[in-house]
């Protein structure tokens, strides 16, 4: 039996005006601990639970987008064919090693961490889309001066988004703080006006 599971009947057997609510309170923080406990040794972070090889499902993406205007038409259908996964959808369907431990992880990470990873995956999934549907536009009108121009615009604001939803994971953007967020958006919002 773990320190946390001990603990956590001890605290229960002695209070005896012990709430429900206390009991799932104590139970999450020692679910929490459980899985803190089982990141040593891989890639998930120990205080946000989250880990950046999720990220890797948009960095992909925007590796083609950065070659796409010396070849449209051989990354046209890779790039057609890309559909955002959520974050437990990605682990789902990976390799990954820990996965199981990734989706455990993001179901408890800390309440206002999850909201800020979710906020910003969310732009940058609206992002991706937008441009991607632009991109493929521009490769059937065969308009590679107008397709180059918008990848080396977009993609270094795909990639600040990519940082700055890293920068989460590592909790090294504190939660809430959206400065950075909004203005890496108001930077892409100008480049499709």
């Known amino acids: 039996m773990s320190k946390s599971s001990v603990q956590l009947r001890i605290v229960a057997s002695r209070d005896h005006n012990f709430s429900r609510e206390k009991l799932a309170s104590a139970f999450k923080n020692s679910m929490i601990e459980h899985l803190r406990a089982h990141t040593q040794g891989t890639n998930i972070n120990p205080e946000t639970l989250l880990t950046t090889d999720y990220l890797n499902h948009f960095n992909e993406i925007i590796m083609l987008l950065e070659l796409v205007p010396s070849a449209p038409t051989q990354f046209a259908a890779d790039l057609a064919e890309w559909e955002h996964q959520s974050y437990e959808e990605h682990f789902t369907h990976s390799g990954f090693r820990d996965k199981e431990l990734a989706i455990a992880g993001y179901r408890n990470a800390p309440e206002d961490i999850r ?17 991607l549907q632009q991109v493929l536009e521009k490769i059937e009108a065969g308009d590679t001066e107008g397709l180059s121009r918008l990848c080396i615009e977009a993609v270094p ?37």
């Not at 920068?167 to 953007?173: A, D, H, K």
Request: hydrophobic share 35%; proline share 2%.
């Open 115 to 131: 909201h800020d990873f979710d906020s910003s995956v969310a732009d940058l999934e609206q992002e991706m889309v937008m441009l």
């Open 157 to 193: 604001n795909l990639q600040n988004l990519v940082q700055i939803t890293s920068g989460i994971v590592n909790g090294s953007q504190a939660p809430g703080s959206e400065t950075e967020t909004s203005s890496a958006q108001s930077e892409i919002d100008a480049l499709f006006d």
